[in-house]
């Protein structure tokens, strides 16, 4: 037991996230205890209030569970991907944006008022006076977590999107893509593009209406799906050239693990590409 602990004892030693922490605050539902694993849950509007617990999405890497992590990249639900070492699962969150959600085993996370925040950034660099206090008693269990693959600038990825089945049907799913869409829409004009791969059509419909983005191509229940970044007037031009024309049609396409992103301009490029791309992928079978 002492030796699987120590396998997946995290502890990380890379610099800084170039961006401060992010964390969010809510509650839902309480999981029904006569749901079976590996169902979804189901609520009514009858709930009590003493019965909602209370939820933490965090982008704080230090808080993460390699033991739980691992645990769900055995499951049937994460069918895209398979359990890693150690410490290449390490390597993997050191070089991600990653979301995790907790279940909080008290009320001790309150905001400088003595309330409880819901769906507030809080930046864990302010001054403590102002913090987030999280009592050293509060135990956190993480019971979902989502990563983007990003620059912090111009694109990001979205991937490995979980809450373990008996949280489900909570409303836990739509709020942590709404955190995440909230980081997204909080990037600076040069951002260019948000991308995702999902698999069916319900799944298609939810992504859309859940975070706003548009199907960009399909290979038969292979959705490659995207938004662009918001306008916010063009960057500075720095390059003593005119340049090419504003017609003229580039592409930027990125390999990336498990799925793919591709950003094309041109319908007719992007298709083409779409389809060649998502055909080596089956090939490989690696969709």
Not at 119 to 128: E, Y
Not at 223 to 235: D, N
């Amino acid at each position: 037991m002492a030796e699987a602990q120590d396998k997946y004892q995290h502890q990380f030693q890379s610099q800084s996230p170039p961006f401060p922490t992010q964390e969010w605050v809510q509650f839902f539902p309480s999981p029904s205890p006569k749901s079976p694993a590996g169902t979804a849950i189901t609520t009514t509007s009858s709930a009590k209030e003493d019965e909602k617990v209370k939820y933490m999405i965090s982008t704080d890497p230090s808080l993460l569970s390699l033991s739980a992590l691992d645990s769900a990249f055995t499951q049937e639900y994460m069918y895209w991907v398979k359990p890693l070492p150690a410490p290449v699962l390490k390597d993997m969150i050191d070089r991600s944006l990653c979301f995790g959600v907790y279940r909080c085993s008290n009320s001790n996370i309150a905001n400088d008022n003595g309330k409880v925040g819901v769906g507030v950034d809080i930046d864990t660099d302010a001054d403590p006076a102002t913090a987030r206090n999280m009592d050293a008693t509060t135990n956190l269990t993480q019971i979902g977590f989502a990563r983007l693959i990003t620059d912090y600038v111009t694109f990001a990825y979205l991937t490995d999107v979980y809450i373990l089945p008996e949280y489900q049907g909570t409303g836990l799913g739509s709020w942590l893509l709404q955190c995440i869409n909230a980081w997204v829409d909080g990037r600076g004009e040069y951002f260019r593009r948000f991308m995702m791969v999902t698999v069916g059509e319900r799944a298609e419909n939810y992504y859309q209406r859940v975070m706003g983005v548009e199907t960009q191509g399909r290979k038969g229940d292979v959705f490659i799906m995207g938004k662009k970044g918001k306008e916010r007037g063009s960057a500075p031009n720095t390059s003593a050239k005119t340049g090419p024309s504003n017609h003229t049609p580039r592409s930027r396409i990125f390999v990336l693990p498990y799925w793919f992103a591709l950003v094309e301009t041109g319908a007719a490029a992007r298709t083409h590409h779409l389809r060649s791309v998502i055909e080596d992928y089956h090939r490989q079978g690696r969709i």
